[in-house]
């Protein structure tokens, strides 16, 4: 009896842990738990996918390394499409997700970029040296033909600590999306760069997969972009030079409408329409059709188009009159570049030198148009992430350079301009004078508040105060009383600041002085009483 019942014992065992592993079976292999991926969306599916309409959070051990293999930055022996791979096509496709951060070395890449390049390294090396970028051209331009004979190009992409990964992309771009051709050669100026992988990982690079169209020029001092692009020009041989920032992506058809141009006018000089790459994301958006401009503290804007240029029989499609260009993208016949006079070369390193190259065609017989048929993407970063090799405040040096060539009499509204009104010693300093000194727009002293109270309250201390006793007596500092009076200033349609209780305007006592005094004076309406409030 004993012994039936071990039998029978063990045979319940058995059966229980068959009944166990078949379960267990079952579950690891058919459990949502351990299939992570199963809810991906696909494409083609609704605007939910196969996903519910609430999101529940779950925590796995699969997902991550499925997901970090996909981003995994490509090394210089990788194949030349270096992708992010979509798991349904097998090459690149853009996502959101690019940014991801898995470990360490991705958030120090991440931060690296940012305090290196001002942009996203990290997305910037997942995305590799090839994508595709949406057709942002107007309609009408996709049915636009153009001469067969178009003359050769030389594009030039000057370069200083660029990121590498942003560098070949720009390059990769020009020859994914121009016709063989048309391209004479793409020359790519190193400008003294700092970074190991800009010199012999680039060279080697260049001679694996880029041989023939490609001329890599190394300078052996920093030169800045200026003389960096008048170095690449002098190296070049095709009619037409294209110059290029480092961190650009051409779109479809881009070449050809500014060849085009060209071709039509040998003093024409061009420029596409510069479409926006996010300096977080690399995500690449549609600009609006703008022109450029200036002020008079010679700083770049982007203006409205008038509707009088918009009205011709050419529509959309029609070249825009610029007054100025941004000048990181343009192109021109190459021997009117040497005409013309090429860039200044006594402006530094960077700044200025599109302004002074626009005043230079429009005053020397030439025409700068806008191609809307013509579009570059271009990173906009929100700061400039290196400077001048020496500190040096390289576009004020230019700015004023331009204004004492170009501006004739008409320098002295840039001279008053770049100046902006300050404390002459401590912006808390009661009873201190103010005075002119250069505009530095990141100095919070410099700040100044035109209340509702009509009161001009420096960095948030102190009110701009007149002696009601002595009116001779220039301008001070002084505690705000609110009383208006001494302290309140009325600042007109005609951009005079009127003192009330004095009845006179502010002026500046002697324009072209570098000492800055300004005064009260009755007012004339003269150009050293015009002031301007900026946001």
């Known amino acids: 009896m004993g012994s039936v019942t071990v039998r029978y014992f063990c045979y319940g065992c058995l059966f229980t842990s068959a009944t166990w592993t078949v379960l267990l079976f079952i579950y690891f292999n058919f459990s949502e738990v351990t299939q992570p991926l199963k809810n991906v969306p696909v494409k083609g599916s609704g605007p939910h996918g196969p996903f519910p309409k609430k999101f529940y959070p779950r925590f796995t051990r699969g997902p991550s390394r499925v997901l970090e293999s996909q981003f995994k930055v490509n090394r210089i022996d990788d194949k030349i499409d270096n992708h992010v791979e979509d798991p349904e096509k097998g090459n690149i496709k853009f996502s959101s997700e690019l940014g991801m951060i898995f470990n360490e070395r991705d958030q120090e890449l991440r931060d690296l970029g940012y305090q290196k390049h001002a942009f996203n390294m990290l997305i910037s090396n997942r995305l590799g040296y090839h994508r595709d970028v949406p057709d942002t051209r107007n309609a009408a331009c996709r049915d636009k033909s153009y001469p067969a004979d178009l003359p050769v190009a030389s594009v030039v992409i000057c370069f200083y600590n660029e990121a590498l990964s942003a560098l070949l992309r720009t390059v990769h ?48 001092k920093r030169e800045g972009l200026i003389r960096g692009r008048m170095i690449g020009a002098a190296h070049a041989t095709g009619e037409v030079l294209v110059f290029l920032d480092s961190h650009c992506e051409v779109n479809v058809m881009w070449l050809q409408p500014l060849l085009a141009a060209i071709q039509e ?6 420029c596409p329409v510069i479409d926006i790459i996010s300096a977080d994301t690399l995500a690449y958006s549609s600009s609006p059709v703008v ?12 203006d409205l188009v008038p509707l009088s240029e918009l009205g011709g029989p050419e529509g959309a499609t029609a070249p825009i009159k610029s007054p100025t260009m941004a000048g990181g993208l343009f192109a021109m016949n190459r021997h009117y570049f040497n005409e013309l006079g090429q860039y200044d070369s006594g402006m530094d390193i960077w700044g200025g030198e599109n302004l002074e190259i626009s005043f230079r065609i429009w005053m020397c017989g030439g025409k700068l148009f806008i191609i809307p048929c013509s579009r570059v993407g271009h990173i906009f970063r929100k700061r400039r992430p290196y400077g001048s090799p020496e500190g040096q405040d390289t576009m004020t040096h230019n700015s004023l350079r331009l204004a004492h060539v170009w501006l004739d009499e008409y320098k002295l509204y840039h001279l008053q301009t770049n100046k902006c009104l300050v404390a002459q010693g401590r912006p808390s300093q009661k009873g201190g004078l103010v005075v002119l000194k250069a505009c530095d727009y990141s100095d919070p002293t410099q700040i100044w508040i035109y209340n509702e109270e009509h009161e001009l309250v420096l960095n948030n201390l102190l009110c701009l105060d007149m002696s009601e006793t002595r009116s001779s007596d220039p301008p001070r500092l002084m505690k705000c009383h609110g009383s208006g009076g001494s302290q309140q200033w009325t600042f007109g349609k005609s951009n005079r600041l009127y003192q009330v209780s004095v009845g006179q305007c502010l002026k500046v006592v002697d ?22 409030l900026e946001s």
């Open 173 to 220: 771009s020009v020859l994914d999306r121009t016709p063989a051709q048309l391209l004479h050669e793409i020359i790519l100026v190193d400008d003294d760069s700092d970074f190991d992988d800009l010199k012999g990982e680039l060279e080697e690079y260049v001679q694996k997969y880029l041989p023939g169209k490609i001329k890599v020029i190394r300078n052996t």
């Open 291 to 302: 022109r450029g401009g200036f002020n008079w503290g010679l700083h770049f804007k982007w």
């Open 511 to 532: 324009p072209l002085s570098h000492k800055g005094y300004v005064a009260m004076a009755i007012c004339d309406g003269s150009s050293s009483q015009q002031w301007h």
């Open 265 to 270: 006018d040998q003093q024409t000089v061009v």
